[in-house]
T-cell receptor, first 114, second 111 residues
């Protein structure tokens, strides 16, 4: 069965600093990978997704992620964090053989210092 | 507004009771997914319906059931509620594949 690990439960960065959120997955085949963001009291918004092709994926709000098969990782990055980026971030892997269900990591809560 | 509508937004009920959560998918989306988000279990897939038929099942308890109606809205029924069922329940919809759009969720509190 697939699984997703987000090693960092909390991360605090200063506004304007760069950000990297880690995600490691376990999946038998070529994974479908996703990053979602959840603001307090809100649903989940898709930031970006990887299905195949270029391993560097661009998303919304200036985020990007890099798929590294050898490391089973799909880390999320942003060059300069804004205070509005404070939220919880979830990495997920999709199983196309099980009705497109998503398996989520435990999430990383990002705090941004002024 | 994501286009996926969930009602009610908040629900407080007592143990042993039954509740129904409702989801209206985005216009044109045939698939509806239900997820549970709790502090101890995180985000977990419950069940998926596609055009009225159950397509996939995850960690859904036997006390829980769902259905999708001809107008494509879906309902998640939770019965014999326990304290541990307190969670955020999300609905998502998609036209095809993984193009999910999530609703803003129903927060269920069992007291």
């Amino acid at each position: 069965a697939q699984s997703v690990t987000q090693p960092d439960i909390h991360i605090t960065v200063s506004e304007g600093a760069s950000l990297e959120l880690r995600c490691n997955y376990s999946y038998g085949a070529t994974p479908y990978l996703f990053w979602y963001v959840q603001s307090p009291g809100q649903g989940l918004q898709l930031l970006l997704k990887y299905f195949s092709g270029d391993t560097l994926v661009q998303g919304i709000k200036g985020f990007e992620a890099e798929f590294k098969r050898s490391q089973s990782s799909f880390n999320l990055r942003k060059p300069s964090v804004h205070w509005s980026d404070a939220a919880e971030y979830f990495c997920a892997v999709g199983d196309g053989n099980a009705g497109n269900m998503l398996t989520f990591g435990g999430g990383t809560r990002l705090m941004v210092k002024p | 507004d994501s286009g996926v509508t969930q009602t009610p937004k908040h629900l407080i009920t007592a143990t042993g009771q039954r509740v129904t959560l409702r989801c209206s998918p985005r216009s044109g989306d045939l698939s509806v997914y239900w997820y549970q988000q709790s502090l101890d279990q995180g985000l977990q897939f419950l069940i998926q319906y596609y055009n009225g038929e159950e397509r996939a099942k995850g960690n859904i308890l036997e006390r829980f059931s769902a259905q999708q109606f001809p107008d494509l809205h879906s309902e998640l029924n939770l019965s014999s509620l326990e304290l541990g069922d307190s969670a955020l329940y999300f609905c998502a919809s998609s036209a095809t594949g993984f193009g999910y759009t999530f609703g803003s969720g129903t927060r269920l509190t069992v007291v």
